[in-house]
């Protein structure tokens, strides 16, 4: 299934054969203190940076209206953020994933968010439309 919205990744986490539990880690882009003349320029212009977790959350697809309900719960956190990075994570037996069986996982993702490793999750903006990072 092609994700084009946070509407389809909730779709097709509810279509999946086994309960899933849906990752997400909010992150903003920062200005690394090493950073060039060149780089902060870029910065300033709204390009580069380097992307540091604020904060993060699990939920099943069945606590989750949409995207709204997942940005205004984050709003009254107060985080200020720039992406949100979502992931799932499978269960088995018909049972969907608890939420410390999925700690470890939102663990994995903070830190491959920070080694820039950001591949396998999908990213959206603060609209929940999805984007590309370069």
């Known amino acids: 299934m092609n994700i084009s919205t946070f509407d389809d990744l909730l779709c097709a986490a509810r279509q999946q054969p086994q309960p899933q539990r849906l990752l997400f880690v ?23 940076g380097a992307l540091a977790p604020l904060m993060c959350v699990d939920k099943t697809p069945e606590e989750l ?5 997942l940005a205004e719960e984050s709003h009254q956190v107060g ?16 049972r969907a ?5 999925a700690d470890p996982a939102l ?8 080694a820039g ?8 903006d603060r609209q929940g439309q999805p984007m590309l990072l370069e």
């Not at 994933?97 to 069986?101: A, L, M, N, V």
């Open 107 to 114: 663990q994995q993702m903070i830190a491959a968010i920070k």
């Open 79 to 94: 985080a200020d953020w720039a992406v949100v990075f979502a992931a799932s994570l499978s269960g088995r037996d018909g």
């Open 26 to 48: 909010f992150a903003n882009a920062v200005l690394p203190d090493d950073s060039t003349a060149e780089q902060r320029a870029g910065f300033a212009a709204g390009r580069g």
């Open 65 to 69: 209206a949409g995207f709204a309900a």
């Open 117 to 124: 490793a950001i591949g396998s999750f999908i990213p959206f």
């Open 97 to 101: 994933p608890t939420s410390k069986e």
